[in-house]
């Protein structure tokens, strides 16, 4: 259990650089097994969620191990295709190593995964993609097992963009005979980063960052380096923070065209916003306006990640902001926390309705989910007095170091565990 202590209504300023992306390096963790390699990743957050692959893939009898931001793992022995029920249930991303293991062994057995409490999340696409490719799927309890003697090249039609379908039906194919297509694929810049580790692994693989994704076969390497990109989430994180609390701050290290709709609505909202080839800036008065109704949808769309931030970040702005969710059916949990900071703020079924307010008030509240949590920090980083936000772990799994990040910035904030 964690506390975050925030004394609010201090303005960001500064530079910092922004971590490696989570979303992107969970799937290149478990694409590390497809075949019998050696792996260096660079720039690797250190996270609960990257702690827990890692204890997976040692589970299953690699070497892996992270010194900072750096990770090796040797997967040229593993001596189990079985991932417990307890080391499932930590993630929801821990679901992609049903498609690495079963181009590896022919055979997982694994439960379904956990993760944030966000709604319904079937698997029911990632276990579609993988009988398409030849595997019998059975399900004896919470046990889900895959098993295929050989995987065969196919045609997968995706009904919905599903980024971990996507991801799971690419690791798979990495090994069946013959070419494979996803149709329908998810586009986000962290299924490029895949292909790009995947490739330099030896796959031969084009097609990610559009709707069609052709795999054609693995010849394996031997030794495998690659950087993880940064970050998109985090960075919006940042720039929604300074947005509320007013501010100058640039952010270094990033592709600022990955969050360009996050950037549109906080120029809407009254932020310059200033991009460069690898940077961003932005500055902000804190006295924000109501943007157009923000819709979320599967990339290059506005993220459902980035919907509590910039949620957060017009918590006092001038008017009313509506913000319909279209990913998950439970994705406004952490509404009710930010009302106790005085926020108002109305929800039906998938819409919910701000109208901004004067000022906020610090206020005990409870995270309910990563990006919620991180939505608390912000709300807490603009409001008046002191802030509170209890935490079960839900934010170190997918921010580094946040509290000493933002106290580089001038909030006043620290973490105690």
């Not at 970050?231 to 701050?249: E, F, H, M």
Request: negative net charge.
């Amino acid at each position: 259990m964690a506390i975050w202590h925030i004394n609010g209504g201090r303005r960001l300023e500064g530079a910092c650089f922004v971590q490696g992306s989570k979303n992107a390096v969970l799937p290149i963790l478990a694409a590390s097994i497809v075949c019998p390699t050696e792996t260096n990743l660079l720039n690797v957050p250190q996270l609960s969620d990257v702690a827990m692959s890692l204890r997976i893939l040692r589970q299953l009898g690699c070497t892996a191990e992270q010194q900072g931001n750096d990770v090796y793992i040797d997967s040229r022995s593993i001596v189990t295709n079985i991932i417990p029920h307890e080391m499932m249930e930590c993630m929801r991303s821990s679901v992609l190593f049903m498609g690495a293991l079963l181009a590896r062994c022919g055979e997982v057995r694994l439960s379904a995964p956990g993760g944030c409490k966000l709604g319904s999340r079937p698997i029911d696409l990632h276990i579609s993609a993988m009988k398409a490719l030849g595997a019998e799927v059975e399900e004896q309890g919470s046990e889900i097992i895959c098993k295929a003697a050989s995987l065969k090249g196919a045609r997968i039609e995706l009904p919905f963009p599903s980024v971990g379908a996507t991801e799971n039906a690419i690791l798979a194919a990495c090994a069946a005979e013959g070419e494979t297509v996803i149709y329908g694929a998810a586009r986000e810049p962290e299924i490029v980063d895949l292909q790009e580790y995947l490739r330099k692994a030896g796959a031969y693989i084009s097609g990610a960052g559009t709707s069609n994704i052709t795999i054609s076969g693995f010849d394996a390497e031997r030794y495998v380096g690659h950087r993880i990109v940064p970050d998109r989430i985090v960075a919006s994180t940042y720039l929604c923070a300074a947005a509320a609390s007013g501010g100058d701050i640039e952010l270094r290290g990033v592709d600022s065209r990955q969050f360009s709709r996050l950037q549109h609505f906080l120029n809407s909202a009254g932020c310059d916003i200033i991009p460069a080839k690898r940077s961003v800036r932005l500055i902000s008065d804190g006295r924000l306006n109501a943007v157009d109704t923000v819709v979320t949808g599967p990339y290059p769309e506005f993220p459902t990640d980035a919907q509590p931030l910039l949620m957060a970040a017009l918590l006092k702005a001038s008017g009313r902001t509506d913000f319909v969710e279209n990913i998950f059916d439970s994705r406004f949990g952490h509404t009710r926390e930010l009302s106790r900071f005085g926020a108002d703020i109305n929800v039906e079924g998938r819409q919910a309705s701000v109208w901004g307010v004067r000022s906020l008030q610090g206020a005990t509240v409870s995270a309910t989910d990563l990006r919620g949590g991180a939505a608390m920090l912000i709300a807490g980083l603009s409001a008046d007095g002191e802030s509170r936000i209890i935490d079960s772990g839900h934010i170190t799994r997918g921010y580094e170091n946040f509290d000493y990040k933002l106290r580089s910035l001038g909030a006043d904030i620290f973490m105690e565990m």
